[in-house]
Nanobody, 120 residues
Framework: VQLQASGGGLVQAGGSLRLSCVAS????????VGWFRQAPGKEREFVIA????????YYADFAKGRFTISRVNSKNTAYLQMSSLEPEDTAVYYC??????????????WGKGTLVTVSS
């Protein structure tokens, strides 16, 4: 299984960015997908996830109101839409595939990260 994240870059504070995660190598549509991030000098943390159908999102507290997640199963792709970005959001963002239809914090597959840098 491969998860390819893309869409990272440099953005000014207050701006928006959309990350994409494309899965290949296994069935995508029946498992939950999530995003994590790791800021410099910090541990990796959960950001947001979505269940297999795309109807149930799961949020970290800091992501509520600013980040949304969606998926298009026919394209094996999940998206992370980030808005009102802050310098504290600067991190490498990783997509992850769960082990079942609902999100349980158990990651079965990790993708390579994409760097998001938010300038003040």
């Amino acid at each position: 299984v491969q998860l390819q994240a893309s869409g990272g870059g440099l953005v000014q504070a207050g701006g928006s960015l959309r990350l994409s995660c494309v899965a290949s190598g296994r069935t995508f549509k029946d498992v939950a997908v999530g995003w994590f991030r790791q800021a410099p000098g910090k541990e990796r943390e959960f950001v947001i996830a979505i269940n297999w159908s795309g109807h149930i999102p799961y949020y970290a507290d800091f992501a509520k109101g600013r980040f949304t997640i969606s998926r298009v199963n026919s394209k094996n792709t999940a998206y992370l839409q980030m808005s009102s970005l802050e310098p504290e959001d600067t991190a490498v963002y990783y997509c992850a595939m769960g082990d079942r239809g609902s999100w349980t914090d158990r990651v079965r597959y990790w993708g390579k990260g994409t760097l998001v840098t938010v300038s003040s």
